[in-house]
Nanobody, 123 residues
């Protein structure tokens, strides 16, 4: 019903920056979030943002380095990543949910997922 498409991934040196973008096909979305998954590891929460943009959440390891932003159409979300570290290397996934925000850090809360975009940070 809803399609999400990520873009902006790539290869960057440690300390550099990348901006990921996610475009949704629909507009009836409450929270949008970003998750990431490294090889052999579980998918982990990165950041989430409410429909209004007034409520944001970050995992501790990225707080102060990453910023999640929604545009005025409420159907796109970006992740501005700065001071990147090799441990940030992963496939990054955009996620969206029409539900009320209760457990926005859990992947089970989200109904729609993008295909993922690779972020590689070299040392």
């Amino acid at each position: 019903q809803v399609q999400l498409v990520e873009s902006g991934g790539g290869l960057v040196q440690a300390g550099g920056s990348l901006r990921l973008s996610c475009a949704a096909s629909g507009r009836s979305i409450n929270f949008m979030g970003w998750f990431r998954q490294a090889p052999g590891e579980e998918r982990e929460f990165v950041a989430a943002i409410s429909r209004s943009g007034d409520n944001t959440y970050y995992r501790a390891s990225v707080k102060g380095r990453f910023t999640i932003i929604r545009d005025n159409a409420k159907n796109t979300v970006a992740l501005q990543m700065s001071s990147l570290k090799p441990e940030d290397t992963a496939v990054y996934y955009c996620a969206a949910s029409p539900k009320l925000g209760v457990v926005v850090r859990s992947p089970l809360y989200y109904d729609y997922w993008g295909q993922g975009t690779q972020v590689t940070v070299s040392s």
